[in-house]
């Protein structure tokens, strides 16, 4: 009997918001889900992380914010990760430039030295990208696990897991979002009619967040007008947001209000990338909903090639758009990047008439999450429907503030010889190692050939010494001067063509003679050989094709005007100082995080049902409340675990199972039902040991008298290969699991046989030998016709289950069969058809006149539901 080994541990985020990075290990496999990290970017934070790196064989993302995927490029290059990275196309795309946001904004403030980029480039072209319901077989020492992404809905790409294998389905969902965004469609958990998928429903485990525990949303509707009501009055509106995720949705929803509504004031996104962000949302038309999807095939237009969102990449550019704006400003927790730049301004900050609004929560000890709980003391206890208005602060904050200023006087002067000296000293070595260099490849066409090498030579000498080998007529050319010596005046130095150099693959070519001058620019910046745009080590952005039109440009392609930074080349320092800074802005909260409420999470845990339950990625309160809410649910699981940090859990499920193999014949003649993602059969087959082995071996029964057979009736199931699962005859209800191993129950019957010894009917009683071998081979008779009996006499056996309302929504409203449920849950197909479900025993009823067409319908459409084994 086996089952799988399954353990998990909190390497970070449980018991706490902080970043999410857990490891998953079923038998041998050591799979970490996220790599979260904020953008303080300590390094003591991953003290758990840097234990188990180098062991870890699978790392799967499942959004591209820094809380899920912060630490994936330090964990790569300094503590060893060396796993295989999986994650969607957008998650891999957003993820690097919200990595490249963050590290631009860092270089700005302070000597960040933590990683750098080629870091992030290296981390990130490393990783296997899948599309959504995309089946993926792992290898090495995954071998046997697959896993599947499903859409979450809260960032473009967000990733729901599911790890599958043998019996085992475990689902790793956080950060999934019930409600249609603007730009997102909602999670896969729930359909429209309030149910789950049959793909999601009673997985082994489920691994789910508490970040939301006891937060009630209003309607999305409200919310919205709260925002833009916030935008009309009158001053300036600063919206900290991140660099690439729900960044989208803020921009698409208000690009949109300024276009219906002709808003008179500039509407503004500040990123260290803007004009990249905009370019890959444009790209990235298939992952978003339906709403942005059918405007593009209805007005031929992308969405996301904004007509009044102004791109800035520095803060100077604000400059341009005196008055009142709406700035989108990075990055969310307002501890760096333009958003704290911008409201730490003087002319900013104590200005009445501006406003902040905060559309998500920053981790506890940030500048943002400090400003929420202000506004959540100022606003008081709020309905669940009720949005909350604007707090007026007045309070003074005393900041670290890091500033990056130029050198100045003696500093200037100083760095300036020291430049000076670094690049002579760099000018000598380039020098020393072109001498070098050509002093080794005369050597190398001097030693090529040798004889060659003589023939010139002498070719030489005659040159110097015919006639009409000057630069002017010589009287005395030949004139000899003494022994073996030759007049030398006004002589020509002829010319000698080098030769080229052969190998075995042709001609050897000097690759720096090939260079074009595009290639050759600072810090290898440029496109790839893939068409991304890569960045030079100061940060900057090269992408030299990317346009965006706005309103009054009249057609005119707008390229970025400082796509190179010019502050990055000026001599300068960093700086720390403590300050203090009279805020006297107004401050307002409206959830546009994107995340399911605690009501949602309680339906959709409802309806998948999972055997066993782990939460994560809460406080301790949310967490313990969360748990307490759960467990008071009658249909809830009673194995519920809410670990801490470091904690290991064993959360194995012993499941009588052995595994066997079927021998290829007993597999082909075998008819296999298909039942979602498994094939099931019914069979009657033989257990043996083969010689010299100790796995036991399924296959055709054969009854021979030297042999002990086991003759069994079962149902078979599995995807590919000859191994697959064995069930009872009489089990019914979904399978459950991935059945590349074989399963035989404990109802299986066996039944003996001694062997007969040959040796002994040759005895002196001929009468008794020939009544014990009548006996054997009646004995054997009677198993061969127990095993033809059992399997004449099988009964058919419906495999799986089925909800009413889909088969109802779905299958007959597509087959055209009207349908509606009257009375207690009995559903009438047609007038003449009735089917009906037996909630304790899980039979399906139908019910009707076998002279009418409809019947037969209905019964196929149902039979069809189900593996008939």
Known sequence: MESNYIRFTALSGSKSEAALCYLLEIDEAKIMLDCGWNDAFNVDDLRQLKRVAKDVDACLLSHATLHHLGALAYAKSYLGLRAQTYATFPVMDMGRLSLYDIWQSKRSTEDFKTFNLEDIDQAFEAITCLRYHQPTTLTGKCKGITITAYAAGHTVGGTIWKISKDTESILYAVDYNHRKDKHLDP???????????????????????????????PSRADRDKALLATLATGGSVLLPTDSSTRLLELAYMLDSYWMANRVPFPLILLTNFSYRTAHFATSMMEWMGDTVRSQLTETRENPFQFKYLRLCQRLSDLDRYPGPKVVLASNLSMETGFAREVFLKLDWSQNPRNTLILTERALPGELARYLYDEWKEGVGELSSKDVGS??????????????????EGAELAEFNAAEEARREREAAEAALQERNRRTMLEEENESDDDESMDGDL?????????????????????????????????RMFPFQERRKKIDDYGESIVVEHFLSASSG??????PDTNGDVKMNEAGDDLMGDVAVKGENDEGKDVMDPDMIHPEDSVPSKYVSSEEDFIIRCKVRYVDLEGRSDESAMQTILQAIAPKKLILIHGTEDKTAALSEAYLGMSDMTREIYTPSVGEILNVSEVTNMYKIHLTDALLSSLNFSKLGEYDLAYLVGQVQIPAGSTAPVLGMPVIESTLTGAGAGAAAGGENGEQRRITGPEATGEPSGVSTSTALTTTTTTTTHAPVDETSLSGPSSASTALALQQHQQLLHQHQQQLELLEREHKPVFVGDIRLTEFKDRTLKQAGIHAEFMGEGVLVCNGVVAIRKVEQTGQILLEGSPMTRDYYRVRHLLYEQFAIL
């Open 521 to 526: 620019a600072v810090g290898g910046a440029g």
């Open 458 to 490: 002498i070719e030489i000498d005659t040159l110097l010494t015919k006639s009409g080998s000057h630069d002017v007529y010589m009287k005395d050319a030949t004139k000899s001067g003494g022994f073996f010596k030759q007049t030398q005046s006004y």
């Open 187 to 217: 999670t896969v958990l729930l359909s429209k009619d309030g149910t789950t998928p049959n793909d999601f429903r009673l997985p082994s485990l489920m691994i789910t967040d508490a970040f939301n525990a006891g937060e009630t949303h």
């Open 390 to 407: 604007e707090v007026q602060l007045d309070t003074i904050l005393s900041l670290k503030v890091d500033r990056k200023v130029p050198l």
